[in-house]
C-alpha cells in the first residue's frame, strides 16, 4: 500500500512538471494535446509496463503482467488527476487541456522511472 502511494505522489509530481515545464515545448503543444494521441501514448504505456512486468522478481505468468501494466497506468492516471485538481486551483475537468499535458509529464517521466529500475 506505501508503494501505491509512493508511486502515486510520484506521478502527481511528474504530472505537475508536465503542466508547467512541457507546455512549454512547441512539439508537446502540436502532438500531445489532442485525445487521440494520448490514447496512443497511454496504449503504449500499459504495453510497455505489461513487458516491464515479465522483470519483477514476484512474476506469476501473463495475468501478473497485465495487471502490473495496468496497475502502473491506474497510479499514472491518478497522479495527472490530482495535478490537474492542484493546478486548476480545485476545478478539475477532462476537457481541460492541462489534463492532456499532466498525462503526458506522467507517463513520459514515469517510463524514464521504470526504464531505470529495472
Known amino acids: 500500500m506505501f508503494l501505491i502511494i509512493l508511486s502515486i505522489i510520484f506521478y502527481t509530481i511528474s504530472g505537475l512538471i508536465g503542466i508547467f515545464l512541457l507546455k512549454k515545448i ?9 485525445k487521440q494521441n494520448i490514447i496512443y501514448l497511454s496504449i503504449f504505456f500499459i504495453v510497455f509496463g505489461s513487458y516491464l512486468g515479465q522483470y519483477d ?3 506469476t505468468g501473463i495475468a501478473y503482467q497485465i495487471g ?3 496497475g ?3 497510479s499514472c492516471f491518478v497522479g495527472a488527476i490530482i495535478a490537474t485538481f492542484l493546478a486548476t486551483k480545485f476545478k478539475f475537468s477532462f476537457n481541460n487541456k492541462l489534463f492532456y499535458y499532466a498525462l503526458f509529464g506522467s507517463i513520459s517521466l514515469g517510463t524514464i522511472m521504470l526504464l531505470i529500475t529495472i
Do not use: I, M
Not at 26 to 34: A, I, Q, R, S, W
Open 68 to 70: 502490473y501494466g495496468v
Open 57 to 59: 522478481p514476484g512474476n
Open 72 to 74: 502502473n497506468y491506474f
Open 26 to 34: 512547441n512539439f508537446v503543444k502540436k502532438t500531445f494535446n489532442n
